[in-house]
């Protein structure tokens, strides 16, 4: 029985980040660029206002105060998007609004609350001129041409992530598409004759599908796209039709069949359509986890058979599945947050495996305290929907009592990879 870290290398060693592919940039979120991006326009492109107020030159206005304001001619008015043809000289100003280009000859912005623009307004007085209130310094409110970039600089590196803020940079250089490594392709296939689809009448002794569809919303929130397969039967036709339609995708994950029961026959079958690595890691829930690469007309697909217990299926995807699809999708940050908490609840280990426990984490003050969500049998699937960490009890330790200080895996807390 390998370890998890073991378990996981070996993983890892077999997948391989994606070809790129081009695509507009709003559907690139949570992607990883495929290439260098330059600029090709300068931002902002001229100097501009950073207030709405006046245009000026400085020289007239350093010696404004309340009690003494500097009167200026207003020349002009000049909105973002527009330029002005009027050049500011001594004694002039050009109402300006955030945003709209400098016009020639100032080199001043005083927004509107430094000026008696107001006081002129409620008077009906001439709007024709202005009084400066306040002394500003020279160059005050002006943005920068190029202050944010500059046209030849590199703006994103190539296998950056690509988050709100970067779709937003990428928009305000005129990019419509981008390269990105492309989203993997994962076939989801559950196995069992006790399975009944959803939406189906529930015959006595049967259970719904929940394995396919915990692993595709998974696949899903870590970047990947699932296609689900349906069910696969205890019987090696069936099963290994079904494998057959996997071999086009990046990743085939499997739930069931790989325990050491009569009717658990995936094992056999895979080992038939490819080689198996291994098939038990020292982890609790999740210790009988297969992993191998299935081979049709020379091609290779990586995959990971997790137990058919719903809890377990999940958990193992956590920590395996997860991991394989982020460097498929070329991120380097592989593993889940992880916290240190006070733990409120006894969670036992009794043999020596390394046990993910649910929990609900909360914060009091400066602290977080971990509590069980209740039973922790591998079947009850509602203890994961409780909960938002998993405590880690050590392969070496008897257990965690209440008081004790635990790491907790944050399942909820997304890291950008």
């Known amino acids: 029985m390998i370890t998890v870290e073991e378990a996981l290398a070996m993983i890892l060693d077999q997948v391989h980040v994606l070809d790129p592919e081009k695509k507009p940039i709003l559907a690139c979120l949570g992607q990883v660029l495929a290439e260098d991006v330059i600029a090709r326009i300068t931002i902002p492109p001229l100097d501009n206002s950073a207030m709405d107020g006046y245009a000026v030159r400085h020289e007239s206005i350093k010696n404004a105060g309340e009690s003494n304001p500097a009167t200026l001619h207003v020349i002009g008015e000049v909105a973002a998007g527009y330029l002005s043809a009027q050049e500011v000289i001594p004694g002039a100003a050009i109402r300006i609004m955030t945003g709209a280009p400098i016009p020639k000859g100032a080199d001043t912005v005083v927004q509107f609350e430094h000026t008696d623009e107001e006081i002129r307004r409620q008077r009906l007085l001439c709007s024709s001129v202005i009084g400066i209130l306040r002394p500003t310094q020279k160059g005050e409110n002006i943005r920068k041409a190029g202050e944010d970039i500059k046209k030849g600089d590199l703006i994103l590196a190539r296998r950056t992530v690509l988050r709100p803020q970067e779709i937003g940079v990428l928009a305000s250089l005129g990019y419509v598409e981008i390269s990105v490594i492309r989203?993997?392709?994962?076939?989801?296939?559950?196995?069992?004759?006790?399975?009944?689809?959803?939406?189906?009448?529930?015959?006595?002794?049967?259970?719904?599908?929940?394995?396919?569809?915990?692993?595709?919303?998974?696949?899903?929130?870590?970047?990947?796209?699932?296609?689900?397969?349906?069910?696969?039967?205890?019987?090696r036709d069936d099963l290994s039709a079904k494998i057959a339609q996997a071999m086009d995708a990046d990743m085939l994950i499997t739930s069931g069949g790989v325990s050491m029961g009569d009717y658990d026959i995936v094992k056999e079958i895979l080992a038939e359509h490819g080689t198996i690595r291994f098939w038990t890691v020292k982890m609790k829930p999740g210790k009988p986890l297969a992993f191998g690469v299935l081979q049709q007309a020379g091609r290779e697909t990586p995959h990971l058979g997790f137990p058919g217990n719903p809890v377990s299926s999940m958990i193992t995807f956590e920590h395996f599945a997860r991991p394989a699809i982020?460097?498929?999708?070329?991120?380097?940050?592989?593993?889940?947050?992880?916290?240190?908490?006070?733990?409120?609840?006894r969670f036992k280990n009794t043999d020596g495996r390394r046990v993910y426990a649910r929990a609900m984490v909360t914060r009091r003050d400066d602290r977080y305290y971990a509590t069980s969500t209740g039973?922790?049998?591998?079947?009850?699937?509602?203890?994961?929907?409780?909960?938002?960490?998993?405590?880690?009890?050590?392969?070496?330790?008897?257990?965690?009592?209440?008081?004790?200080?635990?790491?907790?895996?944050?399942l909820d807390w997304v890291s950008e990879g």
């Open 375 to 410: 039973p922790q049998g591998s079947g009850i699937l509602t203890s994961m929907a409780k909960a938002n960490g998993l405590v880690i009890v050590p392969e070496d330790s008897e257990g965690v009592n209440p008081g004790d200080t635990v790491r907790v895996q944050m």
């Open 183 to 235: 989203r993997p392709v994962i076939a989801i296939l559950a196995t069992g004759d006790e399975l009944v689809e959803v939406g189906q009448p529930l015959p006595e002794g049967k259970i719904y599908n929940s394995n396919a569809y915990s692993a595709a919303a998974q696949v899903t929130r870590c970047g990947g796209i699932p296609r689900i397969l349906g069910i696969g039967r205890d019987n």
């Open 326 to 345: 982020l460097k498929m999708l070329g991120k380097t940050e592989f593993a889940k947050p992880t916290i240190e908490a006070i733990s409120q609840s």
